[in-house]
């Protein structure tokens, strides 16, 4: 079972990572790189939309939001430059680090967002 469950989460770290690769070839239509967009960015970022604190609810998102994603990305690529690309991710995944300045970059990107919003609401209450 621990292996099975080993096996879907490496699959999914694939998919996404074949996801973000393909997000800028011009043969992907426009209505499946947005969805492609939103998903990669959803599961690349450290804030969640329901947070994991919350008892239950909160690993629900990761459990149907990013697979749901996923899925739909990948109905909505082309078979052939899915095909291209799940073979430069996986040639990629195997050779890959961390990138901990995407990292970096991403949690800056949702602080600001954060700061940002916090001063829009908090001049809205005064």
């Known amino acids: 079972m621990l292996m099975r469950w080993k ?3 490496r699959k999914l770290k694939e998919d996404i990572y074949t996801l973000y690769l ?3 070839d011009p ?3 426009f209505g499946a790189k947005v969805v492609l967009v939103v998903t990669v960015a959803y599961a690349f970022s450290p804030i969640d939309i329901i947070p994991d604190f919350i008892p239950l609810i909160g690993y629900l998102d990761d459990l ?3 697979p749901l994603g996923i899925w739909l990305c990948i109905k909505l690529i082309p078979d052939e430059v899915l095909a291209e690309y ?3 991710a ?3 995944i195997l050779k890959r680090k961390p990138n901990y300045i995407m990292a970096a970059f991403i949690v ?7 700061y940002w919003f916090y001063q829009t609401w908090a001049a809205h209450l005064d």
Request: proline share 4%; net charge positive; aromatic share 4%.
């Open 108 to 114: 800056i990107l949702w602080l600001l967002l954060g």
């Open 64 to 66: 149907l939001l990013l």
């Open 22 to 24: 393909a997000a800028n």
């Open 7 to 9: 096996e879907i989460v």
């Open 90 to 92: 996986k040639a990629q």
């Open 86 to 88: 799940r073979a430069k």
């Open 27 to 29: 043969r992907i239509p």
